[in-house]
């Protein structure tokens, strides 16, 4: 009618009734269509909160429950369950987007718990049926808990990382920490890798559901976040889901002890005795994250835990204000991981500002679609920042591997090329900064004490002794140096130490935290370079005065990769004939003496 009316009315010349007839009935008609858009919304709602329901249902009753062995882990995706799944899907997608924020953690767990084996195990498991390797390789051995927590493929099976054996070894962790005592917290930290997010979320789940209470960041954050929050909650442990630098289709759980430091060998073994007594499928206990966080035993870490920690790294600066003035320029890369806030902040606060993020590695993506191997050692994933390095003629690229923990540089050379600095040659570096600097403030301790491992450079002993440091060499892997930190610590002597590093580019300046730190390594890499550029000097030729003084010391590292059961076997059977059989010669040298080191 409103058509009819307004088209008559122009055609005979009335424009004017035309028009406001047109007006009422367009303004009714939107009225109308914003009442069906409303009624059909509700609608959607209702539908939505009732597929989650049955999706919940069906979690609960179904598939979960049938799974005891391979054959019934297969169950978890029947065809039943699994179509159900993939409905289940969408439905979490909308509720995520439309339910308030506790019943979307709601949703989460569901999604993440038996949709997630529906959805994503499922399709694996069928492919392998029949393919004796392919299941032995994932169900003929568990991942073996030790000292530095899990590490393994992402997938299904006892050997390989998936909610079910995050579950597991958060089980055991809780049963350990049960006979503890103190304070009864956990905390929790994780990085950019895939599913980092959702095995953080799951072990807080099962920490919960066990009485325990956890600390938990509410986004990514490194290693060294997770050590020293574990310290400033008093916690009893502390778990940081991460694989480091390996490829993407990997990610792993470390377990930490109370001092923030990587679990003792004793601890670990408790802790590993108390999950082969828990069923990967039904032996965890687990409530949602929503009710962990309505029983207040799940609360985010607080600001005033990431302030403390900013400060206490800050405060390790050497030679504090110099980067305000230095006008140092930089290329830095966080490998698409955990790196970025922590890292641009600690630099800002010290006055760098001249900051230029590779942006295909800005901001998180597990899949590290940039580089197969988000590793700081190697030429491949410092290649983007390399070629912005030149492009904007930046003193120094800098890169942290994804969880933070360790920190690659290439160093501007005179002809305006980069070159890249070894492990050892930056620990050498920063060591002979930190001495030398330290001694001009007056800031250094009586009795100072550094340490490294034993593969890392000698270089580095005989810088310490110019410097009238003592070198501590204990066996590889930082929670060694995190142990030397405790010892002084217990001694009432912890401010002697000034610096730990290994060759695989992991530092240390402080007692802060006890596990490497990219964080600080980066400030202290960058508050060197700004040093040399203020006097005129650079890294590469400070390397170059170190090597006339000491000797020139070559190092180099091959790695090798043993993957599945079968490189797990291989590794064993070469270790043990190391063993039973010890080198008699190493390149036509022989072996004149042997020290065999016990832990």
Excluded at 307 to 315: G, T
Excluded at 381 to 397: C, Q, W
Excluded at 409 to 419: L, V
Aim: glycine share 10%.
């Amino acid at each position: 009618p409103a058509v009819a009316s307004w088209g008559k009315g122009w055609y005979n010349g009335e424009k004017t009734g035309g028009d406001e007839d047109m007006k009422k009935y367009i303004a009714w008609l939107l009225i109308a269509v914003l009442a069906a858009a409303a009624v059909t919304f509700g609608v959607l709602w209702q539908s939505a909160l009732r597929n989650h329901s049955d999706l919940e249902m069906l979690a609960r009753t179904g598939a979960s429950e049938a799974c005891t062995r391979f054959s019934d882990f297969r169950k978890l995706g029947d065809d039943g369950d699994y179509w159900g799944g993939v409905a289940a899907f969408h439905t979490f997608q909308q509720a995520h987007i439309l339910l308030t924020e506790g019943t979307s953690q709601a949703a989460d767990r569901v999604f993440c718990s038996e949709v997630y084996g529906a959805l994503l195990l499922k399709p694996e498991l069928a492919k392998v049926e029949g393919n004796d390797d392919e299941i032995k390789d994932r169900f003929a051995v568990a991942l073996k808990f030790g000292t530095a927590g899990l590490r393994g493929v992402l997938g299904a099976g006892t050997n390989r990382m998936n909610i079910y054996v995050v579950r597991q070894a958060t089980q055991g962790l809780a049963n350990w920490v049960k006979t503890q005592g103190g304070s009864q917290t956990v905390a929790i930290s994780y990085d950019s890798r895939i599913k980092s997010d959702l095995f953080a979320k799951t072990a807080a789940e099962v920490l919960a559901a066990n009485g325990i209470k956890v600390r938990i960041y509410s986004a990514l954050m490194p290693v060294p976040a997770l050590s020293f929050a574990t310290r400033y909650y008093n916690c009893n442990a502390g778990i940081m889901v991460t694989a480091s630098h390996n490829p993407a289709k990997y990610n792993g759980y470390k377990a930490y002890g109370p001092d923030g430091c990587q679990m003792t060998d004793d601890a670990a073994a408790i802790v590993y005795d108390e999950i082969q007594k828990t069923d990967v499928l039904t032996g965890a206990k687990y409530i949602s994250f929503a009710e962990g966080v309505e029983q207040g035993l799940i609360r985010f870490v607080g600001d005033d835990c990431k302030k403390a920690l900013y400060d206490a790294i800050e405060a390790r600066q050497v030679r504090p204000g110099l980067c305000k003035t230095a006008g140092l320029k930089l290329v830095y890369s966080p490998l698409n991981g955990s790196g970025l806030v922590p890292v641009t902040h600690v630099l800002n606060d010290m006055g760098i500002t001249d900051i230029t993020i590779v942006p295909e590695q800005e901001y998180p993506n597990g899949y590290f679609t940039t580089c197969s191997y988000p590793n700081p050692e190697i030429f491949e994933a410092l290649k983007l920042g390399l070629e912005l390095a030149t492009k904007t003629g930046a003193d120094l690229m800098l890169a942290t591997d994804p969880d933070a923990d360790r920190v690659g540089i290439a160093m501007k050379c005179p002809d305006g090329s980069y070159e890249l600095v070894s492990g050892n040659e930056m620990g050498a570096l920063l060591l002979d900064y930190i001495c030398a600097g330290r001694i001009e403030k007056g800031t250094m301790p009586k009795d100072p004490v550094a340490v490294k491992s034993i593969v890392s450079t000698p270089l580095a002993d005989a810088i310490a002794a110019h410097y009238g440091v003592e070198m501590r060499s204990v066996l590889t892997g930082f929670k060694w140096i995190g142990d030397q930190i405790a010892n002084l610590e217990a001694a009432g002597e912890v401010d002697r130490f000034i610096f730990g590093f290994e060759e695989s580019y992991g530092y240390l300046a402080g007692p802060y935290v006890r596990d490497k730190d990219a964080v600080i390594g980066s400030m202290l890499i960058c508050e060197m370079a700004a040093y040399y550029r203020s006097i005129g000097s650079s890294i590469k030729q400070r390397l170059e005065e170190i090597y006339a003084q000491y000797g020139r010391y070559l190092n180099k590292v091959d790695s090798f990769e043993f993957p599945g059961l079968t490189g797990m076997e291989k590794m064993a059977s070469i270790m043990q004939k190391l063993r039973d059989e010890p080198l008699t010669e190493l390149a036509g040298h022989k072996v004149v003496k042997l020290s065999l080191i016990h832990i």
